[in-house]
């Protein structure tokens, strides 16, 4: 139903406006719309509770958590918990541990996160499933996996990049968020048939930050 509002005419007392039965039957008839779509038809549900928190516990209830791209996420340390739809990757993302975690699902196949650390402006270190300890450890990507490299702790100082090469251009295909100065979060989903196996990952701002990354 479209608003109903009531008719008070141009100026008082001009007799222009709704009657009394007029005008109350059109706020009876938007308070009914009101009671039936926040509700039962009689009693408001009450979503957001006394604490400010969504409660609703019956209905097809519809909230949409959606983002363009990964560097449009919120920060994932302000929203810890919160989850999220990013389009431009099709996944959808929960914020945990000070950074955006993505869901496993059919179309990206296994999923593993490094999060890089850094021993100076001379390497970087990393964390995570069966990661090396050591300064510029090397890396086994598997063709049809995901790779989420996280570092968010490291962007400002030293953006990382996959590249084809030590000093060479950056490699793309299936790579997200490629030296992304916002989030630090990289998505590489390894293609079947990549143009290169034998790949590294580099700081753009320091040289000697350099890993290789091999893809079998």
């Known amino acids: 139903m479209t608003l109903q509002t009531v008719g008070v005419g141009s100026s008082p007392n001009d007799g222009a406006g709704d009657t009394l039965r007029t005008g109350a ?3 009876n008839a938007n308070f009914t719309e009101i009671y039936a779509a926040l509700g039962n038809g ?18 097809a209830n519809k909230i949409v958590f959606y983002y363009a791209n990964l560097s449009d996420l919120p920060s994932a340390g302000s929203y810890h918990g919160a989850v999220a739809h990013v389009h431009a990757t099709g996944g959808l ?3 945990h541990g000070g950074a955006w975690v993505r869901l496993n699902d059919e179309t990206t196949g296994p999923v593993t996160k490094y999060t890089a650390g850094t021993n100076g402006s ?5 964390t995570g499933p069966g990661a090396t300890s050591g300064n510029n450890p090397n890396f086994t990507f598997y063709k049809g996996h995901t790779y989420l490299l996280n570092n968010s702790a490291n962007v400002s100082s030293h953006p990382l990049q996959i590249r084809t090469s030590n000093g060479g251009s950056a490699f793309t295909t299936g790579v997200t968020n490629n ?3 916002t989030n630090g979060l ?6 079947h048939e990549p143009s290169d196996t034998s790949l590294v990952y580099q700081c753009t701002n320091h040289s000697s930050m350099v890993g290789n990354i091999t893809i079998v």
Do not use: W
């Open 42 to 59: 009689s009693t408001l549900t009450d979503i957001i509770d006394g604490n400010g928190l969504i409660n609703v516990s019956s209905g």
């Open 179 to 181: 030296y992304n100065s």
């Open 93 to 95: 993302y929960f914020a």
């Open 25 to 27: 039957t059109k706020i």
């Open 122 to 126: 001379s390497a970087y270190t990393f």
């Open 186 to 191: 990289t998505q590489f989903i390894v293609p």
